[in-house]
């Protein structure tokens, strides 16, 4: 399943939810969040979505966040944040849930801080600092580690990889991506990472990245169809989804998928009617 929540619908912040269907094809609504929010990421923690932070298009320092009870179909409200923030990275990692990063409340500049939620105690605590501050970056995990890509600092595109390793709570600089971006998307698909469009601080970036962990080094792939920034990305199976997202002129509601044995993306399917 993909799941699609909140973001932009021109200047209105959304609360909608909306579910696809790779075997049925099909797109469904399920129960709004509480809040309005975009520009927040998510991650799936024990089989339950969590989005923390964000805008709701008043305040750009949300410390609220909610999870997704796929059970009742309902969201529950999780512990504020210990600082708010918006343009964060999520991610779940040995159980735990991880933020990383982000803008100040004046949306001027990268934080350093990182955060880790426990749902077993529901509290949040301080873990290591980042090297670099950025927000609007992309994080992922991938074997046992969690990566930070990109993003900003300031308004400076960021083209800087960093990596966590839980096991001393220390963050690593690693080889960095061809292209500066911020706003991109990152799938992990066949041990690798797949981060795919963007903003390079001049318009919004077709262009898609791999990184292999054994060479650490990164290749260009196949070009998206479409320039993207701020698209949701994700692997389903053997395919890349890439969702919506900005191509300097408008908002986007198509998607479209990347082929890894020819290396290629096509469209897919319309997903909402602005």
Not at 22 to 41: C, E, K, N, Y
Not at 130 to 156: D, F, K, M, P, T
Request: overall charge negative; some cysteine; glycine content about 10%.
């Amino acid at each position: 399943m993909v799941l699609l929540p909140g973001g932009y619908n021109r200047e209105e912040c959304l609360r909608t939810v909306e579910c696809y269907d790779p075997h049925t094809d099909h797109w469904s609504f399920l129960a709004p969040m509480r809040t309005p929010r975009a520009r927040f990421q998510m991650a799936v923690l024990m089989g339950q979505l969590y989005v923390v932070g964000g805008s709701n298009g008043h305040s750009d320092d949300l410390s609220c966040g909610e999870m997704y009870d796929p059970n009742i179909d309902d969201w529950i409200p999780v512990p504020e944040l210990r600082t708010n923030r918006c343009n964060a990275g999520v991610c779940a990692l040995n159980g735990k849930l991880y933020i990383l990063g982000g803008s100040d409340p004046y949306g001027q500049k990268g934080l350093k801080n990182c955060d880790v939620f426990d749902p077993i105690t529901k509290s949040w605590t301080s873990c290591a600092p980042l090297n670099i501050r950025r927000h609007q970056s992309a994080v992922c995990e991938l074997g046992g580690y969690l990566y930070i890509i990109g993003g900003a600092e300031s308004w400076n595109c960021l083209s800087t990889v960093e990596r966590y390793n839980p096991e001393n709570n220390t963050w690593t600089l690693i080889a960095p991506m061809n292209v500066a971006r911020r706003g991109a998307g990152v799938a992990v698909l066949d041990g690798k990472l797949f981060v795919g469009g963007g903003f390079d601080g001049s318009h919004a970036i077709s262009c898609v990245e791999m990184y292999d962990p054994t060479r650490n080094e990164w290749k260009m792939m196949g070009n998206m169809t479409s320039p993207r920034s701020n698209a949701g990305i994700a692997a389903v199976g053997n395919t890349i989804y890439a969702v919506g997202g900005f191509d300097g002129n408008e908002f986007l509601n198509t998607v479209e998928v990347y082929n890894l044995e020819s290396n290629e993306w096509s469209p897919y399917t319309k997903i909402f009617q602005f």
